[in-house]
């Protein structure tokens, strides 16, 4: 039993270079703090670990700035409120927020998410009902647009966002094709996402396999991967093919910059490549909760959690992610909801 | 003077492996045509020549199919009715249309569109009120969206869509920075069009360059060149950049591929890459004309041709357009307007 006014923190220690090690983050603690004026204070229940997180750890700014040497590490948590100085939440609320890797926050209630009493799963709104999910339902929806009869495909299709990805395009009635890690994955999406086939991006002849994966070609590509991968798919894309830019985590312990797709047939083939980041649009958050809850409900939309106890374990969670050692969505379970 | 009842034509004779050369070309003649029910006789006054036509030479269908050994090359004409079976025309109507590499040609008067009496230039209807004009229109308004203060940049920025390109961009109101090849080319991209800046590709550090060019870096890019160009420019896009993927000409003569851009940033920046061929929105052309006309008439929109004289040396044309060595749109005088 650790003590109870006591504040564990994940901090960056030291900016990594290539792939990270336990021995760049640091674990810090202070006192639990209390909740100033409309504050509410949390205690961490899950963190979610996204592969996004590792471009926090460089020095250049990305879309969000980097997390500063001594800096806690940022992260989306669900956490029980356990002080509350804001009359919108109370003792024992649950409530999803980005409150970094610690076991307890305080921040504005106008930050915090209320859960609906009774969730099936609190976890659940780190992923699938969360920021992955929304990930997915955008770079879907707003992108790459599956039509019926067309040919769609995600790479990491295990993972939160791609296994999402994937059955979105099957409701929408595409034929959709899963690229995964190893055959334990590729099983799973096939025969638990629903999905029409995965092809395993360790295989010996990749583009073969796509192709005989894709008989029509590719009308639709979420990335998640980049690399060989997306060499592979690029190839194979048709004329007016939409490709969601979600993330290229092959390349992010990368040192220096490997080349990528000649685009030569993007303006043949009149090719769309769009990047985006859900929390530019963050009304789809909501759009895609109330959509998706009835799903989870009745059994309908498929999910996978890799739970990993213990916030000291945060930073190994990370590392494996980005090699992909995750089977579905990775999480740190940092307390439980009744400790 | 030439026999005027014999049509000569170029024709494909083998299909070239990297830079073309004139003994892939040959000339065949036969009699001039007569005109079937509906159909119209017209005799060429100029053809265009455009970098799209390397594509034509590929065995492998890319948007429109391949041009046939032993048949006549494609391209887009300006001509005089001799004869004519449909009513809308008479002989000596001047009509613009994809006649093709021939002194003469018979065809629907349906494919044919009546260039207004008394046109200032009739070779313009080619280039800048043609379809490189309406191509420029087409990628600049629907895909980069240049606004007010932001930084536009066009590659091949001489030619025939790039002069154009840019100075539709600066109408906008951006800042437009065109990248060509030499020092004459670079001077009259800012004198005669009036670009803010003028990069030449050949200088010996084109990335910093670029980058004194752009100091905010570049929101709007106009594709036309692909090769380093692309490298150096993709690197310096901004967050929500826009990129018309309208052409890649270093890359047309290759004969293996060339790897690309890393799409990384693609992600972070969100950043849209779409390539587009302007017959697919055949109604830009209509529009454009419109619009272009009156600026013609005042003098506000500039351009430059690069005129070669006789159908035979078209083929040496193209392979010059493909290496850059026109200067403004390249066009074949065919033969005059009072022969």
């Not at 923190?9 to 336990?22: D, I, T, Y």
């Not at 076991?103 to 915090?112: D, I, R």
């Not at 309908?300 to 992909?324: H, K, M, Q, W």
Request: charged share 20%; hydrophobic share 40%; proline share 6%.
């Amino acid at each position: 039993m650790t003590d109870s006014s006591i504040r564990r923190s994940v901090v960056l220690k030291r900016r990594p270079k290539g792939e990270p090690v336990a021995t760049d983050f640091g674990i810090v603690e202070d006192a639990v703090p209390t909740s100033g004026p409309g504050e509410v204070v949390t205690r961490t229940l899950w963190l979610s670990i996204d592969p996004y997180m590792r471009g926090r750890l460089r020095e250049e700014k990305s879309y969000a700035a980097p997390i500063q040497i001594g800096e806690v590490m940022t992260g989306e948590t669900v956490g029980e409120v356990v002080k509350s100085s804001d009359p919108a939440f109370a003792p024992g609320d649950i409530v999803a927020g980005a409150r970094g890797w610690q076991t307890h926050s305080v921040s504005p209630g106008a930050q915090l998410f209320k859960l609906p009493k009774g969730a099936a799963s609190l976890s659940a709104y780190l992923g699938v009902l969360g920021m992955p999910g929304a990930t997915a339902y955008a770079g879907v929806t707003e992108i790459c647009k599956p039509k019926a009869g067309e040919t769609f495909v995600v790479s990491a299709a295990s993972g939160a966002v791609g296994s999402v990805a994937g059955q979105i395009a099957k409701r929408a009635g595409a034929r959709v094709v899963g690229i995964a890690g190893g055959p334990d994955k590729c099983l799973y999406v096939q025969d638990s996402l629903g999905f029409d086939a995965c092809v395993d991006h360790r295989s010996m002849d990749l583009r073969q396999e796509l192709r005989n994966a894709c008989p029509n070609g590719i009308d639709g590509y979420f990335e998640n991967v980049g690399g060989d991968v997306q060499l592979a798919v690029f190839e194979q894309l048709n004329a007016f093919a939409r490709v969601a830019m979600c993330g290229m985590v092959a390349h992010y312990n990368d040192q220096t910059v490997r080349p990528g797709p000649n685009l030569i047939s993007v303006v043949g083939k009149r090719i769309l490549i769009q990047g985006f980041i859900v929390s530019d649009r963050p009304e789809r958050m909501s759009e895609w909760r109330a959509m998706a809850e009835p799903w989870i409900a009745a059994g309908t939309l498929a999910y996978r959690e890799d739970v990993i106890d213990g916030l000291e374990n945060a930073p190994e969670a990370l590392i494996g992610i980005l090699s992909g050692r995750n089977f579905g969505k990775l999480l740190v379970r940092v307390a439980s909801s009744h400790g």
